[in-house]
Structures are given as C-alpha cells and as structure tokens.
C-alpha cells in the first residue's frame, strides 16, 4: 500500500505533463489559425491561457491533496 501512495502521485504528474506536452506542440499552428482568422490579440490570449492553464492545474492538485491531509 506504502508503494502505491508513492507512486500514484507521480504517475499523475506524468499523465498532466503529457497532456500539457501535447497542448503545447499544436499550440503554435492554433495561435497562427487564432491569429489570421480572428485576431492577434485573441491568438495571444490564448497562449497566456494555455501557460498559465499549466501552472493552475498543479495549484490546485496540491491544494486538493493539502485539503485530503496528504
């Protein structure tokens, strides 16, 4: 059970990451849709949501497993 506690975290860090990993190589060509079609500053908005979208869910992870008393 000890060994599992250890792990689970770490393999849910790697699924996000991968996530995250794969949102970020299409990004470029979404901005550049984003940015001919629509707006530059639309395209730019979303490449601040997507960073700042990396940051967030970590944030609240921790702050779910603070709140479990982990």
């Excluded at 996530?19 to 079609?37: D, K, N, R, S």
């Amino acid at each position: 059970m000890s060994d599992e506690k250890k792990r689970s975290p770490a393999i849910a860090a790697a699924i996000i990451f991968v996530g995250f990993l794969a949102l970020f190589f299409v990004m470029p060509p979404i901005m550049m849709w984003l940015a001919e079609t629509f707006s530059p500053y639309l395209a730019a908005g979303f490449g601040v949501l997507a960073v700042a979208s990396f940051f967030l869910v970590f944030w609240l992870r921790a702050r779910h497993q603070r709140q479990r008393g982990r």
